[in-house]
C-alpha cells in the first residue's frame, strides 16, 4: 500500500505536472528542498506509481489530426467477457486516443481523433462499429477545443 504524501509529496506531483522538464536543482528550490532530498522523493513517487512517466505533448494539429469526436457506445453484452473482449480489441485502434467505461446511459464513451470528418467515417464506418459486442454508437463532433491539458501549460 502507497504512504500517505505529505505536503511536498504534492508540490513536487503538482510542479512535475506543470512542467516535466524542469530540473532537479529548480524543482527543489520550488518546494523548499535541496536536491538530493528531492531526488529522494521523486524516485519514490515514481517506484509507487504516482509519477507514471514523463511525455512531450503533441500539437496534433499540425501533424494533420485536428477532427476530434466523442462517441458513445453501447455495447449488446456487458459481461465481463464481453466487456473484456471489447477493451482489448479498442486498444488496438489508433485513432481512438481515449477510451473511458461509464455508468449511466451507454457503456463506453471514445475520443477518437482524426485528419478530418471523411476519415472519421471510415473509422466509424470500418474500426468502431466492428468492435466487439457493440449494439449502438453516437457522434459527437468537437467545434472548437476551449481548454485541454496542453492549453494550461505556460
Known amino acids: 500500500m502507497p504512504e500517505v504524501?505529505?505536503?511536498?509529496?504534492?508540490?513536487?506531483l503538482a510542479e512535475l505536472q506543470k512542467n516535466g522538464r524542469i530540473t532537479v536543482t529548480e524543482l527543489a528550490s520550488r518546494v523548499g528542498l535541496s536536491k538530493t532530498p528531492c531526488q529522494v522523493r521523486m524516485k519514490r513517487l515514481e517506484q509507487q506509481g504516482y509519477i507514471l512517466g514523463y511525455v512531450a505533448l503533441v500539437d496534433q494539429?499540425?501533424?494533420?489530426?485536428?477532427?476530434?469526436?466523442?462517441?458513445?457506445?453501447?455495447?449488446?453484452d456487458t459481461s465481463s467477457k464481453a466487456l473484456e473482449a471489447f477493451n482489448l480489441a479498442v486498444r488496438q485502434l489508433p485513432a481512438v486516443e481515449q477510451?473511458?467505461?461509464?455508468?449511466?446511459?451507454?457503456d463506453y464513451l471514445l475520443k477518437v481523433r482524426t485528419s478530418?470528418?471523411?476519415?472519421?467515417?471510415?473509422?466509424?464506418?470500418?474500426?468502431?462499429?466492428?468492435?466487439?459486442?457493440?449494439?449502438?454508437?453516437?457522434?459527437?463532433?468537437?467545434?472548437?477545443?476551449?481548454?485541454?491539458?496542453?492549453?494550461?501549460l505556460g
Open 5 to 12: 504524501l505529505d505536503k511536498l509529496d504534492l508540490a513536487i
Open 61 to 76: 494539429t499540425k501533424l494533420g489530426q485536428s477532427h476530434i469526436a466523442f462517441v458513445q457506445v453501447t455495447l449488446s
Open 99 to 106: 477510451c473511458h467505461m461509464t455508468a449511466g446511459g451507454f
Open 116 to 152: 478530418d470528418m471523411a476519415s472519421y467515417r471510415q473509422v466509424l464506418g470500418e474500426q468502431l462499429s466492428s468492435l466487439p459486442h457493440v449494439q449502438q454508437t453516437s457522434t459527437f463532433v468537437v467545434m472548437e477545443n476551449v481548454k485541454e491539458l496542453d492549453s494550461t
